[in-house]
């Protein structure tokens, strides 16, 4: 789980085990101070499962999920993390990789599948996919502020306090 801080307002995210540290670098280096918990992954329901046990009793402002759309959570499990105060952030589409590749202005296509996505992003990158540095050439603050792909915009008015435009 990431809790990123900004005017002392914790909030509480889970993202893919590869991606939180990388993530974490980077929203610090825009000026966010954040902190990594570790969180399970697994399938949707799992880590709103493990998310409400781990963390039910943490202190946060707001508590939000952030999950692949390939393998969106159930109504069911959507609704037990809204009664347990959790907003669910759908990467779209498929994925994280599929929100960055539509950042930089690719087209995703329906029939591409999350390994296909991250197929094409990680090559672009500049380095491993693990490491925080190899994102920030390609994701730059300007891209990221200006990008309106629905779940970075969602996830930066989240981390900055903003209300939904």
Do not use: M
């Given at each position: ?23 974490r670098k980077h929203l ?23 998310s409400i046990r781990s ?103 989240v981390l900055l306090n903003?209300?939904?435009?």
């Open positions: 789980l990431l809790e990123a801080r900004q005017n002392c307002i914790p909030h509480c995210l889970t993202l893919p085990l590869d991606h939180r540290e990388s993530l610090e280096r825009a000026g966010l101070k954040v902190q990594v918990e570790a969180g399970d992954g697994g399938s949707a329901g799992n880590v709103i499962t493990n963390y039910k009793s943490a202190a946060y402002d707001r508590r939000i999920l952030l999950l692949d759309a390939d393998l969106p959570p159930t109504e069911a499990e959507s609704k037990r993390a809204e009664q347990a105060g959790y907003e669910i952030i759908l990467w779209q589409p498929q994925c994280l990789e599929g929100a960055l590749l539509d950042a930089l202005g690719e087209p995703v296509r329906a029939h591409e599948t999350s390994q296909q996505l991250k197929q094409r992003l990680h090559p672009q990158l500049a380095g491993r996919h693990t490491d925080s540095a190899a994102y920030a050439e390609l994701f730059t603050a300007d891209l990221l502020q200006k990008a309106s792909n629905p779940a970075l915009s969602q996830l930066r008015r903003q209300l939904a435009e």
